[in-house]
């Protein structure tokens, strides 16, 4: 059984920076993906960043990108998401997700396994 913990989250102004950390235990730990996903009050969970654990393919949203970085280390079991620039609109609970068949690692229906969430907001 795979456990994803989630930390970094926490309150900042607009215009700040945060960065995320999700580290993975349990058993031997080798997904096809991994990636943060995040959810507003009142809205669906929506797809933030990805990147494949053996590969190179990377996958943004248009809504973050050229603020936000994801990054992984294999050694450690862990990714990372940079997040500068925030805006207020970043507000939401960021989740860590592993997927573990080679499909569209933009949607959440591919992900197994997720972590429970981290709080990010961000003041105006």
């Known amino acids: 059984q795979v456990q994803l913990v989630e930390s970094g989250g926490g309150l900042v102004q607009a215009g700040g920076s945060l960065r995320l950390s999700c580290a993975a235990s349990?058993?031997?730990?080798?997904?096809?993906?991994m990636g943060w996903f995040r959810q507003a009050p009142g809205k669906e969970r929506e797809f933030v960043a990805a990147?494949?654990?053996?590969?190179?393919?990377?996958a943004i949203a248009d809504s973050v990108k050229g603020r936000f970085t994801m990054s992984r280390e294999n050694a450690k079991n862990t990714v990372h998401l940079q997040m500068n620039s925030l805006k207020a609109e970043d507000t939401a609970v960021y989740y860590c997700?592993?997927?573990?068949?080679?499909?569209?690692?933009?949607?959440?229906?591919?992900?197994?396994?997720w972590g429970q969430g981290t709080q990010v907001t961000v003041s105006s």
């Open positions: 990147i494949t654990w053996r590969g190179t393919s990377t």
């Open positions: 997700a592993a997927g573990w068949l080679p499909r569209d690692i933009r949607k959440k229906e591919n992900f197994g396994s």
């Open positions: 349990g058993r031997t730990f080798s997904p096809y993906a």
